[in-house]
């Protein structure tokens, strides 16, 4: 529509132009044409048509005595006057055609939405360099310090340091020591296991900004558990959260310290380029619960098993998860926003310390001790107050 209304105007000033060029046609040579300066154009068109004219009537001589010559042919056809109204009513005829044509035609399909790609693809190569600094305290138990081996195995991008020892006067503290040696190793993360009273096992985990303080509690390594599951070392495992951690905001923010630590980069130069195995996190009755799985599957070795598997699980082959271990539960206590202290962002309402449970059952005990003595005391007093009366007639038959 909008070129049909630009050739309109175009027309319009063609034939403008042609009867200027006629008129000034008529009037006697020896009178030269001079432009009137005294009427200005009303309008823009007929300034347009003014300055085509002026155009047109110059030729090879510059003198203005010279009479207007027969302007040059352009793309546009002036032979006749009356070809140009056909001209304009074919054009409105195409236009009344081509808006038929357009209410006629029926609409065009939406269009098939296209994937989305990614924005980075990737190559596969080491770019994403993340190291964990796995280290414990001194005082750490047996089995502690058989977990601490299954997470250096777990984590194929750990970097291993010794059991640390900081004074009571030490600058900075335990978490100035910790964030020393992590910049000295090029660490981003730390998992730091904690001893105290050579009972008490505390898990930091921390990823550079935000920290978090968990008890661990109802610790089983591989060695002990004996499970039969069976993964390769190094590989790459699936972080399996609960939907839980899609709620609570610091559950939020644990789900990103556990990606950053327990997540292999990938092309990690100790890392198996293999996903076999699934390490779950799951948020019950206020705690963490951790387990890890490998991943099974299994193939029928007959056409008849291949069948039977069809009609049950709709695949000839099926996959199950097998559970490796360690196996551990997280009580979280704290979470911090620096590195090992700074502000406190969340702390559990419903956290007991080990000490406080501990006295609470020896306090039982002693209630149990004393409830026990008044008893026999009781008992005691009781029997003193018992008194049988002498009989009249006991001595009679002696």
Request: glycine share 8%.
């Amino acid at each position: 529509i909008k070129y049909l209304i630009v050739t309109s105007k175009k027309y319009e000033l063609a034939i403008m132009a042609k009867r200027k060029i006629q008129k000034s046609k008529q009037k006697p040579k020896t009178e030269p044409v001079a432009p009137k300066q005294d009427q200005q154009p009303a309008t823009k068109k007929t300034k347009q048509a003014d300055d085509e004219s002026a155009a047109s009537s110059c030729s090879d001589n510059d003198s203005s005595s010279s009479p207007p010559q027969q302007p040059q042919e352009t793309t546009i056809s002036m032979d006749d006057d009356t070809n140009i109204p056909n001209d304009t009513n074919s054009l409105s005829s195409e236009e009344s055609g081509s808006e038929s044509d357009t209410s006629q035609t029926p609409t065009p399909p939406a269009p098939t939405p296209t994937p989305i790609t990614p924005r980075l693809k990737s190559d596969g190569r080491y770019h994403l360099k993340r190291r964990t600094l796995i280290l414990s305290s001194r005082g750490i138990t047996s089995r502690q310090r058989h977990l601490l081996e299954d997470f250096r195995t777990l984590l194929p991008h750990h970097k291993k340091e010794g059991k640390l020892d900081v004074g009571k006067n030490a600058p900075g503290g335990m978490g100035g020591a910790i964030n020393d040696i992590c910049e000295m190793r090029g660490c981003n993360s730390v998992l730091f296991l904690e001893c105290r009273k050579r009972q008490d096992a505390y898990l930091w985990i921390g990823s550079g900004g935000p920290s978090a303080k968990f008890l661990v509690e109802n610790v089983h390594t591989m060695d002990e558990l004996r499970l039969t599951g069976n993964c390769m070392k190094g590989s790459r495992p699936i972080l399996a959260f609960d939907a839980g951690f899609g709620g609570r905001e610091e559950l939020k923010l644990l789900k990103c310290l556990f990606v950053d630590v327990f997540g292999t980069p990938r092309g990690h130069p100790k890392s198996k380029p293999f996903v076999d195995r699934v390490m779950g996190f799951y948020y019950v009755d206020g705690k963490i619960w951790v387990r890890n799985y490998q991943i099974v599957e299994t193939t029928s070795t007959t056409a008849k098993e291949a069948n039977t598997e069809k009609k049950l699980h709709g695949q000839a082959h099926s996959t199950s998860m097998v559970e490796i271990g360690p196996r551990f539960v997280l009580n979280p206590i704290r979470i911090f926003r620096g590195s090992f202290g700074g502000q406190t962002l969340y702390q559990n309402p419903a956290y007991i310390s080990p000490n406080a449970m501990r006295s609470q059952k020896a306090r039982d005990r002693g209630e149990d001790y004393r409830d026990r003595k008044e008893s026999e005391d009781r008992r005691k007093k009781r029997r003193e107050d018992i008194v049988v009366p002498e009989d009249p007639l006991g001595k009679v038959f002696a």
